[in-house]
């Protein structure tokens, strides 16, 4: 099976604070995950993916295999952080596997 | 580049209409997906071309959905008849390769009464 779960739907947080947005997959091969994000009026876009280790807009996401989960962390939230976050695993033919999608709310 | 296009931006139809959704995927992308989003599910793939050619339509809902793409420029969604669960944000995506970065077009809100 293939599979992306999101347990959150809506997370909210306080400027400064930390934030973690869950995911968590199920998937028999090697796995290849990401994030994706959609700002208020604005597309849904790539923000990072495992394979690149890389941090954008001060957020990263660590591949755990044994706990099966890539969650995203910042350690100080902004405003601007406020969206819709979408976990995404790269699936058997190729396709992307989004998850149910987590809101972020940043309040000031 | 304008990125993906997709038209109509706002649908509103009545159950039984035909529906059909158009995008205009990046020029030079190889790969274009369909995806459905609702709150409820959040975003499902519904159908996804490569080389113009549908390689997975598994997350097709039904009979009353149907994709196709004549050509590399140009692709089409259309649900008959339609049915108020129907009612959602359809996103068309467009990629260089199949899992590679996904290009999003501003999502056609149909909403079915």
């Known amino acids: 099976a293939q599979r992306v779960t999101q347990p959150e739907k809506l997370l909210s947080v306080f400027k400064g604070a930390p934030v973690e947005l869950k995911c968590n997959y199920s998937y028999s091969g090697s796995p290849e995950l990401f994030w994706y994000v959609q700002y208020s009026r604005q597309r849904l876009q790539l923000l990072l993916r495992?394979?690149s280790r890389e941090s954008i807009k001060g957020f990263t996401a660590d591949l755990n295999k044994g706990e099966t989960s890539f969650h995203l962390k910042k350690p100080f939230a902004q405003e601007e952080d406020s969206a819709m976050y979408y976990c995404a695993l790269k699936g058997y033919t190729d396709k992307l596997i989004f998850g149910t999608g987590t809101r972020l709310q940043v309040f000031p | 580049d304008a990125g993906v296009i997709q038209s109509p931006r706002h649908e509103v139809t009545e159950m039984g209409q035909e529906v059909t959704l158009r995008c205009k995927p990046i020029s030079g992308h190889n790969s274009l997906f369909w995806y459905r989003q609702t709150m409820m599910r959040g975003l499902e793939l519904l159908i996804y071309?490569?080389?113009?050619?549908?390689?997975?339509d598994s997350g097709m809902p039904e009979d009353r959905f149907s994709a196709k793409m004549p050509n590399a420029s140009f692709s089409t969604l259309k649900i008959q008849p339609s049915e108020p669960r129907d009612s959602a944000v359809y996103f068309c995506?467009?990629?260089?390769?199949?899992?590679?970065?996904?290009?999003f077009g501003s999502g056609t809100q149909l909403s079915v009464l």
């Open positions: 071309f490569n080389n113009n050619v549908p390689i997975d």
């Open positions: 495992h394979i």
């Open positions: 995506a467009s990629s260089p390769t199949a899992w590679e970065k996904l290009f």
